[in-house]
C-alpha cells in the first residue's frame, strides 16, 4: 500500500518525517501519539522543490528529477501511439504509421516555439505549465480524430487544418485581457504572422 503526499513540504514538520523515513518507520506527533509506517506501507512525496528538507531527509528517500522541458513531448510520443495508431488502425489506413507522423511532425513544427511565446509575452486567466497546453492539445486532438472527420483518404494538409484548430484553442482558449493589455488580441495576431501555412479568416481566432 502506498501513501501518496502531494504539495510542498512544509519546514514545520519536515524534520518529524525523518524518523518515518530511516529504520524506525515511526511517525512521532506533536501530541506525542506514534504512527508505525508497516512493512506493507510505501510512502511517495509530489513536491515541487526541497527548499525546506535538510540532508537528513534528502539522503532517505529516493529522489526522482522530472524536468518539465520536454516532457511535454514524451507524453505525445506516448499519446501518438496509445491514440493515433488505434485511430489509423481504425480508419484502415494503407500505411498506420502515416498518420502518426504527420502528427508527430506537426508537434515539432508549432508546439516549442508556440509554448516559448506563451511563456515570453502572454498571461492566462491561470498560470499554465508546457504540460497543460500539450495535455489540452491532445484531448482536443482526440476528439476530432475520428474517421468521419479524418478518413483514410485524407491528406496532410486536413492534418494540420485540425490541428491548428486544436493548437489555437489550446494555447490561446485561456487568454485574458490583463492589465489593459488584450492578450487574446495579441495571440491572435502573433498566429497569423506566425503560422501562415494554414490560412484563417480576419476575425479573431478565440472569442
Known amino acids: ?11 514545520n514538520w519536515v524534520e518529524s518525517m525523518n524518523s518515518v523515513m530511516d529504520d524506525s518507520r515511526l ?53 501518438l501511439q496509445r491514440v493515433v495508431r488505434p485511430y489509423a488502425e481504425t480508419a ?6 502515416q498518420p502518426v507522423q504527420w502528427l508527430s511532425d506537426l508537434f515539432d ?6 509554448i516559448f511565446e506563451m511563456v515570453k509575452s502572454y498571461r492566462h ?11 489540452t492539445l491532445t484531448n482536443i486532438l482526440e476528439g476530432v480524430l475520428k474517421p468521419e472527420n479524418l478518413s483514410n ?10 490541428f491548428v484548430f486544436a493548437a489555437i484553442w489550446a494555447f490561446g482558449g485561456a487568454l ?7 492578450y487574446r488580441r495579441n495571440f491572435d495576431k502573433w498566429w497569423k504572422q506566425t503560422w501562415t501555412t494554414v490560412k484563417l479568416p480576419g476575425a479573431r481566432l478565440t472569442c
Open 125 to 135: 486567466i491561470t498560470p499554465l505549465s508546457t504540460m497543460n497546453f500539450a495535455t
Open 1 to 11: 500500500m502506498c501513501c501518496r503526499h502531494t504539495g510542498d513540504l512544509d519546514a
Open 109 to 114: 513544427k508549432y508546439v516549442p516555439d508556440t
Open 27 to 79: 511517525l512521532t506527533l506533536p501530541s506525542n501519539e506514534r504512527i508505525r509506517l508497516l512493512p506493507h506501507m510505501k510512502m511517495i512525496f509530489e513536491i515541487r522543490d526541497l527548499k525546506y528538507a535538510t540532508p537528513a531527509t534528502a539522503t532517505r528517500a529516493g529522489i526522482l528529477y522530472v524536468s518539465e522541458g520536454r516532457q511535454w513531448h514524451n507524453m505525445v510520443q506516448s499519446w
Open 92 to 97: 484502415k489506413w494503407k500505411d498506420p504509421n
Open 176 to 182: 485574458v485581457e490583463k492589465d489593459g493589455i488584450d
Open 153 to 162: 483518404k485524407a491528406d496532410q494538409a486536413l492534418f494540420e487544418m485540425y
